[in-house]
């Protein structure tokens, strides 16, 4: 079965940092594009970013309202993925999914809560 | 970037309804649509691919339909199971974009 498991959600103080993690299973993770998305409280979904797999590059792409302050990475010997968040704004708040594919996203993780508080 | 546009935003609808959601594109996308089902504290839901392609596991009742701006996702006959959120996004280009979501109520 297809998993991925979000956590390192919590609270923070406007400014400050804090990292999360998303934990595959079930797929050969290391062939993955990974990707970041997040939904605020009562709004949309937004897209947050994506990592590539490292044999198309390994390469990172940002949402605009993240970029130079979040940071994806991945570590493929443990099937993990990561979300380093920097210079919180009090509009991160939201629950952060991680999700997989090229185009189409599927399957998704029940998402971690971030809340930055000012 | 690309605008998706969905309507309506909310809907009320009784079991056994056929609902349909529309969602608009601000420039040609192929069919590089998806839809997803959103509930409350539950993982995110992939329904449809490639506008009209059915995620393994999606009931027969959920369809996609439409091309280049214009998109429908159709629930044939409404399941209280089905009440929830739905978005639809496009794979165009990058940034992905996401509609602003449809949510079915109960009437």
């Known amino acids: 079965e297809v998993k991925l498991v979000e956590s390192g959600g919590g609270l923070v103080k406007s400014g400050g940092s804090l990292r999360l993690s998303c934990a595959a299973s079930?797929?050969?993770?290391?062939?993955?594009?990974m990707t970041w998305v997040r939904q605020a409280p009562g709004k949309g979904l937004e897209w947050v970013g994506r990592?590539?797999?490292?044999?198309?590059?390994?390469?990172?792409d940002y949402a605009a309202p993240v970029k130079g302050r979040f940071t994806i990475s991945r570590d493929d010997s443990k099937n993990t993925l990561f979300l380093q968040m920097s210079s919180l704004k009090t509009e991160d708040t939201a629950v952060y999914y991680c999700?997989?594919?090229?185009?189409?996203?599927?399957?998704w993780g029940q998402g971690t809560l971030v809340t930055v508080s000012s | 970037d690309i605008q998706m546009t969905q309507s309506p935003s909310s809907l009320s609808a009784s079991v056994g309804d056929r609902v349909t959601i529309t969602c608009r594109a601000s420039q040609h996308i192929s069919s590089w649509l998806a839809w997803y089902q959103l509930k409350p504290e539950k993982a995110p839901k992939s329904l449809i691919y490639a506008a009209s392609s059915l995620q393994s596991g999606v009931p027969s009742r959920f369809s996609g339909s439409g091309s280049g701006t214009e998109f429908t996702l159709t629930i044939s006959s409404l399941q209280p199971e089905d009440f929830a959120t739905y978005y639809c996004q496009q794979y165009n280009s990058f940034p992905l974009t996401f509609g602003g979501g449809t949510k079915v109520e109960i009437k």
């Open positions: 990592i590539k797999s490292k044999t198309d590059g390994g390469t990172t």
């Open positions: 999700t997989t594919g090229f185009g189409e996203l599927y399957p």
């Open positions: 079930g797929f050969t993770f290391s062939d993955a594009w």
